[in-house]
């Protein structure tokens, strides 16, 4: 899995379901100043809090590419699991009703069980273990309220890499104390 196939991913699914123009679902630091969404409603923030990986090396592979050039037969991959938080803040919207940033952050949660949202998550190599739970932080701005909410789902993800190498075409036995071991001839 990539980092940006792992990021738009969750980007689609983070518009699907806050039911935002994806305009208005944003990264963290994706601007640098950040410059705010109009005021004219709600709008979502994404930020990869923690990546952690999981334990050891979950796997490693060893193939054969009967077409890679000579030296570069073999391909070795190894996989790592990993588990990530994502922090989900949304601002705006009414102080309450299906509008507000309360209700936008449960619809958001809510489409991480839908069959669509789950299948592209394992089409993408991670899946949801933890949903988070909700918390209102709305804050006063200026003189008037801002509706904000906040969770922090958690996914496993799985990320490879590989390298090609080759096979041992000659050895050379230079060492005659050796060589009398094997059945082999010495170049001289």
């Known amino acids: 899995m990539s980092q940006e196939t792992f990021e738009n991913t969750l980007h689609a ?11 208005r679902v944003l990264w963290a630091s994706q601007e640098n100043p950040f410059s705010r969404p109009d005021s004219s409603g709600p709008f979502v923030v994404l930020q990869i ?3 952690v990986a999981t334990g050891a090396t979950a796997e490693e592979i060893t193939e054969y590419d009967p077409d890679g050039e000579e030296g570069e037969e073999i391909i070795q991959t190894v996989r790592e699991f990993a588990a990530v938080t994502l922090s989900v803040q949304v601002f705006g919207g009414s102080q309450t009703g299906n509008a507000s940033a309360k209700q936008i952050a449960a619809n958001m949660r ?6 669509s949202v789950r299948l592209s998550f394992e089409s ?6 933890d949903k988070g739970s909700i918390q209102d932080l709305t804050e006063v701005l200026d003189t008037t309220f801002e509706p904000r909410a906040s969770f922090e789902p958690r996914f496993y993800v799985t990320r490879s890499q590989n390298e090609r190498i080759g096979y041992i ?7 005659e104390t050796i060589s009398e071991m094997f059945e082999v001839e010495l170049d001289s």
Request: hydrophobic share 50%; proline share 3%.
């Open 13 to 23: 699914w983070a518009v699907k379901g806050s039911a935002l123009d994806a305009s």
């Open 49 to 51: 809090l923690a990546d």
């Open 110 to 115: 809510l489409a991480l069980s839908l069959p």
């Open 124 to 129: 993408a190599e991670f899946s949801c273990f």
């Open 169 to 175: 075409g000659t050895i050379q036995i230079t060492d």
